[in-house]
T-cell receptor
Framework: EAGVAQSPRYKIIEKRQSVAFWCNPISGHATLYWYQQILGQGPKLLIQFQNNGVVDDSQLPKDRFSAERLKGVDSTLKIQPAKLEDSAVYLC?????????????FGAGSRLTVL | GNSVTQMEGPVTLSEEAFLTINCTYTATGYPSLFWYVQYPGEGLQLLLKATKADDKGSNKGFEATYRKETTSFHLEKGSVQVSDSAVYFCALKETSGSRLTFGEGTQLTVNP
């Protein structure tokens, strides 16, 4: 089966600019996650969707970050305006559901550099 | 809140050496525990998992045992290969919800 697709793989922007990342999960996976991985740190959950509804966005900086999954399939994560500390790899993952038995499959990530 | 602590890295070993990467956790209840591996340029992949105390997860020669008494889930491999060079992440999932909490990762380099 095809994996989790993410684009772009790399993006360089200046602070205060905006950026958007796209994720297409594995077909049939109801649960989609966005994680932020800062260099030298483990991934941190930003937001979790179940179909097109938000399950957990408690760690999403809502003043500048937004995410949507309008049709319950692919998703977009936006940052506006970007700050230097947003430089990180943004990982998308998906799973069949959110029970303990469901394994997360991760995409290769989108690396953001904010100058 | 929940947290995962991994041994300070990076770790450099010669081929066929024994590997241990320490992982301890803090959590309420009875979380599930995981090891993920990230090869260069690739996404995180599940390596192994354990869902209850004393369970042993194993895959590709790697093993880890869920020790509730020491709140640990150390990763071991008896004989590492150059192809094992990657970043290894310990993680936990609470009994309710599906959020994964990751440790900071340990870079493993295996030299021939």
């Amino acid at each position: 089966e095809a994996g989790v697709a993410q684009s772009p793989r790399y993006k360089i922007i200046e602070k205060r600019q905006s950026v958007a990342f796209w994720c297409n999960p594995i077909s049939g996976h109801a649960t989609l996650y966005w994680y932020q991985q800062i260099l030298g740190q483990g991934p941190k959950l930003l937001i979790q969707f179940q179909n097109n509804g938000v399950v957990d966005d408690s760690q999403l900086p809502k003043d500048r970050f937004s995410a949507e999954r309008l049709k319950g399939v692919d998703s977009t994560l936006k940052i506006q305006p970007a700050k230097l500390e947003d430089s990180a790899v943004y990982l998308c993952a998906s799973s069949l559901g959110d029970s303990l038995a469901n394994v997360l499959t991760f995409g290769a990530g989108s690396r953001l550099t904010v100058l | 809140g929940n947290s995962v602590t991994q041994m300070e890295g990076p770790v450099t070993l010669s081929e066929e050496a024994f590997l241990t990467i320490n992982c301890t956790y803090t959590a309420t209840g009875y979380p599930s525990l995981f090891w993920y591996v990230q090869y260069p340029g690739e996404g995180l992949q599940l390596l192994l998992k354990a869902t209850k105390a004393d369970d042993k997860g194993s895959n590709k020669g790697f093993e880890a045992t869920y020790r509730k008494e020491t709140t640990s889930f150390h990763l071991e491999k008896g004989s590492v290969q150059v192809s094992d060079s990657a970043v290894y992440f310990c993680a936990l999932k609470e009994t309710s919800g599906s959020r994964l909490t990751f440790g900071e990762g340990t870079q493993l380099t295996v030299n021939p």
